[in-house]
C-alpha cells in the first residue's frame, strides 16, 4: 500500500518518502523544525491521515499535508526538547508530551488536538543517576479507560494516573513489584472481551501484569533474549490481535539487536529473521491500523529495516540516516517536491 513513511532523527531532522522508500526528501530551509534538527517523537492522527505530530527541540509541532510541512504551536515547550507523544486512542482531541534532556523533564497535556497545553504539576529533578539529565520516554494511555494514563521516566521511575492526568501515584521502587526505575517503554492491550494487559519495559527486563498492574511477572532480558540486555522499546501491532514487537540489544550505541515477537499479549516471544544483521541497538518501532503486515524498525546507527509479513522477518532499505529516533507511517501520499539543487557556479560579473 502507497503512503508515506516518516522517519525522524537526531541530526537530519524529518525525512520522508512517498514512494515506497525509493527516494527521501529533508525537511525545507524555513520550516519551524529545522532539516538538520532533532525531532525525538512523532504521531500519526489515528482518525485524519494528513495530521502528523512531532515532538521536537524546538517544541511542539503540527503537519496537516501528510509531513510536507510543520508549523510550531505556541506552547509551554517552545524551545524544549520532546520525548514523547501519545493520543488518547478513544478521544484524539487529548493528547500527552513528555520532554527531557537537554530541557527538563516534565508532562504536559492538551484537551483540543495539540493546539493549547498546559503543565502537569509534576515535578522530576533536574538531574539524576545513569543519565545526568532524565528524560521522559514513554506514555500510554488505555484505549478501554481515557482515565487510565501511564508514563515513565529514564531515570524516574513509572508513574500512573487513574484520573486523566489530574494526579499521578509512581509504580516503582523498593517495596514495588517493579525494581528498576530506568523505564524505557509503556503499553496497554485490551482483549476483545475488555481484558487488559499492561507491558512495562526496564533498561534490563519485561514487566508483564494481566490484574491492572496489582502484580507483575517479570523477564529478565539478558537470560531470555540470548545475552542481549538493553530492553528498547515495545510496539502494539495494528492489527488488535494483542500482537506485540519488541526491540532489545547488546547496549547502546550496541553493536548486535534482535526483533522479538509475541501472538500472545507478550507471555512468550519468538525471534524473528533478520536478513541484514543490525548494526546497533533498534531504537524504534513504526506502524498503523490501515496496513497491519508493514512495520518499520529503525537502529541507533541509522539503519532502517522493515516487515511486509507483520514482523515475522524483516529487509534493511537502502538509506542509511543518522540515529533515528522514531518512525511513523501514514497512508497518505504526501505531495512532496525534491529541493532545488545547486548545479553550476553563477557567473561572476566584473564591475567596470
Known sequence: MQGTILVATAGQGILRSNDDGKTWHRLGLKEAIEFDGTVRAIAVHPQQPNLIYAGADVGFCISED??????????????????????????????????????????????DGGLSWAASSMLFPEFCAGVNRPRLLTIAVDPGDSNDVWFGVEEGGAWRS???????????????????????????????????????????????????????????????????YYTRTVQALADTSGHLMLAVGDGTPGTRSRLYRSSDRGETWNDTLIHTPANST????????????????????????????????WTKDWREFSEITAIAWTPMVAPLVAHAQTT???ERKVLA
Not at 513528555?98 to 504536559?108: E, I, V, Y
Not at 518501532?285 to 518499520?296: E, I, K, Q, R
Open 282 to 313: 533498534f531504537w524504534a518501532l513504526g506502524t498503523h491500523a490501515t496496513d497491519p503486515s508493514l512495520l518499520f524498525a529503525g537502529t541507533k546507527y541509522g539503519q532502517l529495516h522493515r516487515s511486509t509479513d507483520g514482523g515475522r522477518s
Open 162 to 228: 487513574r484520573d486523566a492526568g489530574a494526579s499521578w501515584e509512581r509504580q516503582d521502587g523498593l517495596t514495588k513489584a517493579i525494581r528498576i526505575s530506568d523505564i524505557h517503554a509503556i503499553t496497554i492491550l485490551r482483549a476483545p472481551a475488555g481484558a487488559k494487559t499492561i507491558l512495562l519495559l526496564t533498561v534490563n527486563g519485561v514487566y508483564r501484569s494481566i490484574d491492572d498492574g496489582f502484580n507483575w511477572s517479570e523477564i529478565t532480558s539478558r537470560e531470555r533474549f540470548d545475552g542481549q
Open 66 to 111: 501528510g509531513g510536507v510541512h510543520f508549523r510550531l504551536i505556541d506552547s509551554p515547550m517552545n524551545g524544549m526538547t520532546i520525548w514523547a507523544l501519545a493520543i488518547d486512542p478513544s478521544n484524539p482531541q487529548v493528547m500527552y508530551a513528555g520532554t527531557g534532556a537537554p530541557s527538563r523533564c516534565q508532562l504536559f497535556k492538551s484537551v
Open 344 to 346: 553550476a557556479i553563477p
